[in-house]
């Protein structure tokens, strides 16, 4: 049974870091996961993704800024978050799913169906 859960969201000020967690667990190692930025009133972006051959992807918004280790024995994804800004507040969430390719941080191919529950981050001015 899939099951992904994010934690590690918090408030901080500009320029600070931050780093979630998505503790995973499914069967699949094929699948690619990244991380889904959810601005208030605004839809859900990719911002960071990771395929199943190690291979990054990242939203031009983030690019230098964040990076997406995983710990595969640990089964926790990363999301390492530097120099934050106030427009990286909103909801982060995790996501897993087969994927044909990754693009600008996201799923080429639609957004995945499997997500976390989502943590809250807030950066203050």
């Known amino acids: 049974q899939l099951e992904l859960v994010e934690s590690g969201g918090g408030s901080v000020q500009a320029g600070e870091s931050l780093r979630l967690s998505c503790k995973y667990s499914?069967?699949?190692?094929?699948?690619?996961m990244g991380w889904y930025h959810q601005a208030p009133g605004k839809e859900r972006v990719g911002v960071a993704a990771l395929d199943d051959n190690g291979r990054t992807s990242y939203a031009d918004v983030v690019q230098g800024r964040f990076t997406i280790p995983k710990d595969n024995a640990a089964k926790i994804l990363y999301l390492k978050m530097d120099s934050l800004k106030p427009g990286d507040s909103g909801m982060y969430y995790c996501a897993a799913e087969w994927c044909w390719g990754l693009s600008g941080g996201a799923w080429s191919d639609g957004e995945p169906v499997n997500w976390g529950q989502g943590t809250q981050v807030t950066v203050s001015a």
């Open positions: 499914y069967p699949y190692s094929s699948y690619c």
